[in-house]
């Protein structure tokens, strides 16, 4: 999701951000959403559904569909392909999610 | 079709759970709401809302006067009950 190479645009080199999801440090870059600093590092599942614990993560991208939500300690429940990253949040999922899930 | 593929992804509503409820009677998009949860769940049928109406064929040939048959109700986004909280 992040772009190293472009014929036009210059891309600039942006900082890291580092924050937690479950308990596991990543690193974001400035202006990115938590959603993309997480599958930018391979993380594509964010918590499971109630009924049948399947897999979920981004589905609309835009904040309708509530798919991406997230817990951030000490602020609740958040979309997470709204929410931009900040140095030092800790994102938790709904339900578990374990690092090698699909 | 597959039918186990789902509709309603809030509250996991499949294809074939909405075809029950209509052999059960359900004829409208709100009963079909009632019987399954679908369009309940905490996107309030953002996503499933037109999949639901396709099903049911109730606004074809219709000129629209009201937006859907689905009622929706406040509070239109929902947030966790701490963020509510006063004082904290």
Redesign the interface.
């Known amino acids: 999701m992040r772009l190293k190479k472009h014929p036009v645009l210059k891309i600039q080199d942006k900082q890291n951000i580092p924050f937690k999801f479950n308990d596991q440090i990543y690193h974001g870059k400035e202006g990115e959403t938590i959603a993309v600093s997480l599958w930018s590092e391979g993380v594509k599942v964010l918590r499971k559904?109630?009924?049948?614990k399947?897999s979920?993560g981004i589905?609309?991208g835009i904040g309708?569909?509530?798919?991406c939500?997230v817990?951030i300690k000490g602020?609740?429940?958040v979309r997470s392909c709204l929410t931009p990253v900040e140095p030092g949040i800790e994102v938790v999922s709904e339900r578990e999610v374990k690092k090698n899930d699909l | 079709m597959n039918k186990t593929c789902i509709v309603c992804r809030c509250e996991e509503v499949s294809m074939k759970d909405i075809e029950k409820a209509m052999d059960n009677g359900m004829k409208t998009t709100q009963e079909i709401k009632m019987a399954t949860r679908a369009g309940m769940g905490i996107c309030q049928g953002r996503i499933c809302r037109s999949l639901l109406e396709e099903v049911t064929h109730e606004n074809d040939d219709q000129i629209q006067e009201i937006p859907s048959k689905l009622t929706i109700h406040n509070p239109v986004r929902p947030v966790a009950l701490g963020m509510v909280r006063k004082g904290k």
């Open positions: 559904s109630e009924r049948s399947t979920r589905y609309c309708n569909c509530y798919d939500r817990h602020r609740g429940l």
